[in-house]
């Protein structure tokens, strides 16, 4: 953590424990001013040791107090420390974390002279809206949500209380965002989807997409990420589902509840995602076909059939985990294996050519 | 379809059914004032049915009028009814849909006061140009084209007539879209490729890129995907050709006509593929090789070489399909397969061992 | 080169050669005005030979002077020619065409009035800034930097002397971005990583992302790619990087100085890459590994381990190429060995059966 990342407020131990959900040991009324790493940590900062590999650090550092895991709380260099000792410490950091820095706002109530907000639009007064936004027709705009710099909402776009939707997104027609929400830049939400008819001179015609998007509450979408509108209907990303960048959602999809996707993932049209299902990187997987609940999908992995047992699946065309790993391992002997039969047949011939 | 969508016209089923293209059953004079699923519709709807599955609403439906696939037209609850009947029932109510169901269109002729428009562009006088649109020198936008919100066109950009470019969209120096095409949100079309020297000292020396993209007519670009202007000269995107969200099109690319490609796919530099190709989601191509008109290429295939023949291609490295699938399926024996040749293997040396 | 690529300013040959590095053959003082194909240069343009498949075109060009390779320097049609020899007549010509074709600029200084600049950032008298940018608090903006139409700057980010940011990019809270960069259209530079701790209900709390993105010199980033900010410290891009369209890098990432990487490729968070590394496109890597310097990786590859020895890797998981090119080999040849296996097991049985 580098030095410029300072504390603006100042807490007691005891008040971030209560935060942060660990016991104390030691001065609870030590005043903590910011946070640091264990090897950096000055008079005044908090610290975290969860890691055994940073055993080395509890004697030397300076910091004020450290919440430590506590199977590491008994270690040298504990004694006569303050420590906020948890059986998850790292979790107990991120909270005083998010305490220390809170994200970037906006003023409430901003409206920059240089965004167009249609008239018929809804905007709660405490909602900031930055420059270059454009907000069309029949929009709403919710309590203290926060639009950053040349955001577009297309006609008809609903935005949650608390959400945030960072610079350079689109949402297209009739597109609702939850609340607590956090869009990334240049996501693209509600566009329409990739629906054609063709022709038999091998020509297209354009299916209309009157459908919407509808993500629920909690959900964070990453950077440049595209999610189609339904051509009837809606596509829905359930409450609590996070997407890394670059992942593309086609039309009609719809994801269960706390589901990850990690990036350049892609979910073809109509396809069922259910709820806590993690997907690494660069998956791709076919349309209208599901996934059971707690599903894992390793990345580059290319889902192709309906995968309807929970369990970890790897592989193009993805398979169960283990069946996957004794494939791979086979095929590296594949080669020599090759050669051995090659031998067997030069074998099995001489000992025909002896019989006879 | 949700209630909120909502017919805004009344159109006689005789009308309708000479857009269609089906053969009217009963009452042709019957206002139609609305579509909708057939398990919902009420009267003054029309619905379709085009699939078997869906046969047991049609004694059902409250729909004024139904386009019915010629096959099913004679089902129970068919009789006495108002139909369009039709040998491919969907597309004719696509283009009911299409009807009902305009897209998104600005306000003819509207110049946003905070676009920038330079003054030696041309502006057709009905084209719609949005609010934070910037339009470069020598620009040229035609006939009822629209440039949604913050579009950004560098110098010598031409969109075509009844051309609709969505929000974010950027236009590199010198890109030529056609007519009628759609560019959906954050595509970026006509910045540089990504073309380099290697120096001595593994440093790079930018090949400057002083070509151009040509997008033909009836084109449509998916959201965030990128098209790079070539070196020198153009790369070219066929008439009629569909992009999917987040594809990469690298400098130099030719594609020909109503080739379409789904998601997440990249071509690398001057390949040159064929009209009516159709290339699944995550298909990566190496550059400077072609495809014949007629290609298939299956999601997440690696195109390594030119296929000269029309025909479906999977796998990476790409094979003919059933090549891949032959070869999948011995891959799924392979396990068994090793074990099978260590028990001949024993066999034969327990043979020998007899026979000495 | 189309026609309507025009030279702007003449130059000697003598200039020209000093400049690419070249020795004159013939009339050193040669006005030339513009650069053309071989096969369509017209007298007072230049052109270039580099490539044997090209030198029929030699006796016919009309080009005032050639640019030709060494190994070609003496052949039919040379006899008479003012040219330029070398041994890299391609680098020579690109030289010759950066001049001719310098990148497109703002005019120096330029302060769009569409511009939202916060009166605590510092932009250089130099430096341009386009239409609807928005430059937010703290910000720095160097001598002659051009930030083209509705770049988003986040507060505290850096951009270097002399850098280019194309139209639509985003930066990130505190990103900073070196000297003689070229940020490419919709890149977003700095947005927050996917860092989450899952709860035991399956939810997720937001790890907070306070580090930032340091981008070196020279450093050329593609359309739409995205590149996050590290949660505690900082996300490196080394000087002379080029890092393609469509990319993902993760936060915490560091890749060393001039490394390259193809579109769509995705690298995880923490990961380690080394200098002068080369990746195709569409690959991907986990997180929290590392690669040697001088490491190739090619398209599609997925790298799954550290790669601590330079070379060539390929296939997912990735392999050394020649083991992946054996690999591959023996997997096609895996459908015919299961059948001359079954035919083995048949001839075995069969002796087997003879012998008893």
Redo the contacts between chains.
């Keep these: 953590?580098?030095e410029d990342?300072k504390a603006r407020h100042g807490y007691t131990v005891r008040y971030l424990a209560d935060l942060a959900g660990g016991t104390v040991v030691g001065d609870d009324s030590q005043i903590i001013t910011g946070v640091n790493?264990i090897e950096s940590a000055r008079p005044g900062e908090m610290t975290f040791l969860s890691n055994a590999k940073f055993v080395k650090f509890l004697p030397l550092t300076h910091a004020s107090c450290i919440i430590v895991q506590s199977s590491l709380a008994s270690g040298e260099g504990a004694e006569g420390r303050t420590m906020i000792v948890s059986d998850d410490a790292?979790?107990c950091f991120?909270?005083v974390?998010?305490l220390f820095?809170p994200?970037?706002r906006m003023e409430r109530g901003l409206r920059?002279a240089?965004a167009?907000i249609h008239p018929s639009s809804t905007v709660h007064e405490s909602a900031a809206i930055?420059?270059?936004c454009?907000i069309s027709e029949g929009c709403v705009v919710g309590e203290c949500a926060q639009l950053?710099?040349?955001v577009?909402l297309?006609?008809g776009t609903r935005i949650g209380d608390n959400t945030v939707v960072?610079?350079?997104v689109?949402c297209?027609?009739g597109t609702h965002i939850g609340a607590r929400c956090?869009i990334?830049?240049?996501a693209?939400i509600g566009?329409?989807g990739?629906g054609?008819?063709e022709n038999p001179d091998?020509?297209?015609?354009?299916?209309?997409h009157?459908g919407i998007v509808e993500i629920g509450d909690?959900v964070?979408i990453?950077?440049?990420t595209?999610i189609?509108r339904a051509a009837?209907?809606k596509t829905v990303i359930g409450n609590?589902v996070?997407l890394?960048?670059?992942v593309?959602i086609?039309h009609g999809v719809s994801i269960g509840?706390?589901t990850?996707m990690?990036?350049?993932t892609?979910i073809?049209g109509s396809a069922r995602i259910g709820?806590?299902n993690r997907f690494g990187?660069?998956v791709?997987m076919?349309g209208h076909i599901e996934t059971a609940d707690g599903v894992i999908i390793e990345?580059?992995s290319?889902v192709s059939k309906p995968l309807t047992t929970p369990g970890a699946y790897l592989g193009?065309?993805a398979k169960e985990h283990r069946t996957a790993l004794?494939?791979?391992?086979?095929?590296?002997?594949?080669?020599r294996?090759?050669q051995?039969?090659r031998e067997?047949?030069r074998?099995?011939e001489e000992?025909?050519d002896?019989?006879s």
């Design positions: 953590m580098s990342i790493r790292y979790r991120v909270r974390m998010q820095f994200p970037l920059h240089s167009s930055g420059p270059g454009v950053f710099a040349n577009v297309y006609p960072h610079a350079q689109t297209g027609p956090i990334h830049p240049g693209v566009a329409d990739f054609f008819l091998g020509s297209y015609d354009k299916i209309p009157v909690d964070e990453g950077s440049n595209a189609d009837v209907g609590g996070k890394d960048n670059l593309h086609a509840e706390h990850a990690a990036a350049q892609g073809s709820s806590r990187g660069q791709g076919v990345a580059q290319g193009s065309p004794r494939m791979e391992a086979a095929l590296r002997q594949l080669p294996l090759l051995e039969v067997l047949q074998v099995v000992s025909k002896n019989a």
